[in-house]
């Protein structure tokens, strides 16, 4: 008898033997574990005489016997009813095909993905299993008192050309095992091969792309400021040297001027005053090129020793230096930190960034949310391109660019190589398991990802493990699973097992910021004001000044 192949798809077999009886102790090497047997024996009547035709009918022509598993994986048969020969027909004393409640002593076939994280095989000829989901089950076999031997699949499962699927998924869909040991996405074309167990975590699903590089931009220093506070600077020059140009020599003045002059005394530097004629200042005249030299001076933190005469242009001359102190010591600073610490682009994290930037997501079949996202296709599309909050220009352009494009015969050895992902503007659709695993197996020679993970989920998905269909030991593992995940003992494995072990870049904070011009309002208001005060007081001395004159 072929194990594999002797119950039916409901798992129950019925036997019938052509003549005597079926000895127990003949049922426990030819049955799969957990199988619900029933034994129709069929027994004809002796004849007898002085007995009534009714008695005769009323006679067991076939026993019904129903196997049932006990602890340490044997069977015994037990009368479960009969089949009468008169008109009661079948008559059944206890209610048959009960649910089997214990696995002690039995042993199952769990079915692992070869060489990944959830579980790995190790120990002595690889019998043992650690890992997140080698955990639960040595969990599970500790509290349901069963042993496992383990087979190992090539992939997750992916569905081949002839409509089976390989890896985990096919050797559970043809009963080679009898527990999927892989975290799982519920979707309904697996659902047509397999069943799935109570559900173990809630995973979402994320695209992985290439991780933050090091910006190397010639112009880099010229982008402390955006484009609207260097031309607002711009027009500060202008508007400054022009009313520094109208005040210079505008209303009365003193007739004396401050220059320094340098005169080298046993080594020590003096500061005179020079007087100058009133009439001689009168006829000097001030261009505004001259005007406009002084204010470039001021830039580069550099006097004059021609200031201006009047109050008001001295008035002026000083709110121009504290603009150009606050505005160039600002840049001063923050190009200091700019060129010391390193400046690195940020990925795109979110669907949207990822159609902005004409960057490609791309569905791989070698991973499991393939089918997943696949089927959330039109409404992740629509949701990207079509967003309301775009205005019309974003989304003809998004709809020019921002495509998914879809692997169909991806495999273990066709699939998206790291190079690729590396090199080029591409973001891969994984779930959140195979993205962290990505990126801890794939680091810089200091501990560093090279790759990163979204913020946004494309999807979510239950991830549960696999058991083939109709199988008698899925509602023993339902409770047991149902009851670690509600005490937390799944999440726990998981956190102990998963998460980003390298070191991953705030990718953030890191993203160069140029100052914006509300940033610098504050100084543009001082030097406004600081005009204002000026024509006051240019005013004041107009009025003031001609009845002083007229009176002396």
Known sequence: MNQKMLLSPNNILLLHPT????????????????????????????????????????????????????????????????????????????????????????????????????????????????????????ALATSLGFRFIIMDGSSFGSKTINGSYDGVVGHIERKEGDLGLASLSINYNRYQAIDYTSWLEYHPTLFLTRGPRYLKDPL?????????????????????????????????????????????????????????????????????????????????????????????????????????????????????????????????????????????????????????????????IHWTIFNRSWTKPQQRRAEERGTILENVGATSTSKTNLDELLQMDIAI??????????????????????????????????????????SLLKPIFDNKLRWMRQMGVIHKYYEDSFGVKCHREKTTSSEPAAMTLNQLLGVFYVWTGGVAVSCCIFLCELCFGGKMKGTN
């Open 19 to 138: 003549s005597g009886s079926i000895p127990e102790k003949s049922l426990v090497p030819h049955l799969r574990l957990a199988a619900k047997l029933l034994v129709l024996e069929w027994h004809l009547p002796a004849p007898s005489l002085g007995k009534s035709s009714e008695t005769d009918r009323g006679s067991c022509l076939a026993p019904v016997k129903q196997a049932r598993l006990l602890p340490g994986g044997t069977y015994t048969l037990k009368t479960a009813g009969c089949w009468y020969s008169n008109n009661r027909g079948l008559v059944l004393h206890d209610s048959l095909l009960l649910a089997v409640d214990t696995l002690h002593g039995a042993v199952i076939t769990v079915v692992i993905v070869k060489n990944f994280i959830e579980a790995v095989r190790v120990g002595p000829q690889g019998q043992f299993l650690v890992g997140y989901l080698g955990k639960v089950v040595n």
């Open 429 to 470: 659709v994984m779930g959140v398991t195979g993205a962290y695993y990505m990126m801890n197996v794939n680091q810089g020679p200091d501990k560093r990802c090279i790759l990163a993970s979204s913020q946004e989920a494309m999807a979510k998905e239950y991830a549960a493990l696999a058991v083939p269909k109709r």
């Open 220 to 380: 880099g220093v010229f982008k402390l400021y955006t484009w609207q506070a260097w031309s607002a600077i711009a027009a500060f020059l202008i508007f400054s040297a022009s009313f520094l140009w109208l005040f210079w020599s505008c209303g009365p003045s003193s007739g004396y001027r401050l220059c320094p002059s340098v005169s080298q005394g046993q080594g020590e530097e003096t500061l005179s005053s020079q007087y100058e004629n009133r009439q001689h200042m009168e006829d000097e005249t001030v261009s505004f090129f001259s005007v406009l030299t002084t204010i470039l001076k001021a830039i580069v933190f550099q006097g004059s020793c021609h200031p201006p005469r009047s109050s008001t242009g001295r008035l002026v001359y000083v709110c121009m230096w504290m603009v150009v102190i606050i505005v160039f010591g600002v840049y001063s600073g923050n190009l200091t930190a700019f060129l010391s610490l390193p400046v690195l682009s940020m990925p795109p994290t979110t669907i949207r960034q990822l159609v902005i930037r004409d960057w490609t997501i791309k569905l791989d079949k070698a991973y499991g949310s393939h089918d997943l996202v696949k089927a959330r296709h039109q409404e992740i």
